[in-house]
Antibody
C-alpha cells in the first residue's frame, strides 16, 4: 500500500523560497502514475499546484507556473516542490498525491516574518 | 484551463434525505477523468469517486457518481450523520488539473 509523507519547514519568511519533499513508500515513483502537489489555504478550497507524469511531462497551474518547480529524485523515491518569492497568500496546507487515490496527510506552511 | 463550477454552494438537508451535488465543466472532461472528494473539518480530503462513477476502496454504496462530458453529479442516497461535510470535484483529464470551489452539505 502506497504511503506519502510531506516534510519541510513550517514557517517561511516573505520573499523567500518554500521547499517541501514528499517521501513515497510502498511504490516506486519510476513505475508510473502522476505525482502531484495540491494546496489549501486555511478555511478555503483546494488548489492544484502541479503534476509530474511518469508518462512524460511536468505541468503547472498557470497562475503559479512562474514561481513553482516540481522535481523528482527516483534514487530516494521522493519528489519535491519549490515555490519562490512567497507571500502570505502562499500560507496553506500542502498535500502530495499519487494520482487521485492516494494523498499524504498534508503539512501546514505559514509565510510570515 | 477547465473551470469546474459546483452547485449549490450549500445544501441544507436532514439525515436520511437524498443529496445531489452538481459539478459542471467549462469544457468536456476527457475520458470522464473526474473525481469527487469529501473533506471534514481538520481532515485531509478523502476520495469518494474517480473516473466519474467508480467508488474508491471502502466507500459506502450510498455514494454514487454519474455524468460525462461537462455535467457530473455526486449522489448520496440517504444522508448519514457522518456525511455532513464539504465536497469537491476535480478534473484530471487535461494537462492542467482543476478543482471545483466546493459544496457544503450541512444539517438542516
Amino acid at each position: 500500500q502506497v504511503q506519502l509523507q510531506e516534510s519541510g519547514p513550517g514557517l517561511v519568511k516573505p520573499s523567500e523560497t518554500l521547499s517541501l519533499t514528499c517521501a513515497v513508500s510502498g511504490y516506486s515513483i519510476s513505475s508510473g502514475y502522476s505525482w502531484s502537489w495540491i494546496r489549501q489555504p486555511p478555511g478555503k478550497g483546494l488548489e492544484w499546484i502541479g503534476s509530474f507524469h511518469q508518462s512524460g511531462g511536468t505541468y503547472y497551474n498557470p497562475s503559479l507556473k512562474s514561481r513553482v518547480t516540481i522535481s523528482v529524485d527516483t534514487s530516494k523515491n521522493q519528489f519535491s516542490l519549490t515555490v519562490t518569492s512567497v507571500t502570505a497568500a502562499d500560507t496553506a496546507f500542502y498535500y502530495c498525491a499519487r494520482g487521485v487515490l492516494a494523498w499524504g496527510q498534508g503539512t501546514l506552511v505559514t509565510v510570515s516574518s | 484551463e477547465i473551470v469546474l463550477t459546483q452547485s449549490p454552494g450549500t445544501l441544507s438537508l436532514s439525515p436520511g434525505e437524498r443529496a445531489a451535488l452538481s459539478c459542471r465543466a467549462s469544457q468536456s472532461v476527457s475520458s470522464s477523468n473526474l473525481a469527487w472528494y469529501q473533506q471534514k473539518p481538520g481532515q485531509t480530503p478523502r476520495v469518494l469517486i474517480y473516473g466519474a462513477s467508480s467508488r474508491a476502496t471502502g466507500i459506502p454504496d450510498r455514494f454514487s457518481g454519474s455524468g460525462s462530458g461537462t455535467d457530473f453529479t455526486l449522489t448520496i442516497s440517504r444522508l448519514e450523520p457522518e456525511d455532513f461535510a464539504v465536497y469537491y470535484c476535480q478534473q484530471y483529464g487535461s494537462s492542467t488539473w482543476t478543482f471545483g470551489q466546493g459544496t457544503k452539505v450541512e444539517i438542516k
